[in-house]
């Protein structure tokens, strides 16, 4: 990934927030079209672009027609990154929901992710049946809303952003790199 790349060049540290998008999505998930009924938006146009900048960048990616509610993905993922073990996790996720198109609210398969990433299942269950980690999750909302971030992704780095899928180039600018 570019995140990987960066911190082998310039010895960046990337310190993962997770961010609210469309929190109101039911565990089993919204088809995207109805998701975005009544908006002006090519839903298909927008899944090519993105396919054709994550080409580019060797990012895999695939279209999708479902989306899902990312909640318990991010709780765990505070408590993997609390484990030294985020980084597996947030890719494991990304892989799952960008690539697989697996539905990450579901706690079997949010377990199968725990397990490759080398995690333990057992923990990870009590973690979201206690969720010991929403008030992690919740300080991350709150400060998104408070830097006014509306997409995901959005990356952050001495008060500037760079949202969505952008090039290698752009990360380099973003870090004052370039």
Known sequence: MRTDRLQREFGIEVRWSVFPLHPETPEEGVELSELFAGRDLD??????????????????????????????????GKWA??????????????????????NIALIDQLLQLVEASDLPVQEAQDVLIS???????????????????SAVPTHLCDGRKLAGFSSYEGFVRLIGQG
């Open 43 to 76: 839903i298909r146009a927008m899944q090519e672009r993105l396919l054709q900048v994550a080409a580019r960048e060797g990012l895999p990616f695939s279209t999708r027609t479902r989306t899902y509610n990312s909640r318990r993905a991010q709780e765990l």
């Open 81 to 102: 990154e609390a484990r030294g073990r985020g980084n597996s996790f947030h890719q494991a996720v990304y892989r799952a929901y960008f690539v697989e198109g697996r």
């Open 131 to 149: 969720r010991s980690y929403a008030a992690a999750v919740d300080a991350d909302w709150q400060r998104s809303r408070q830097l006014r971030i």
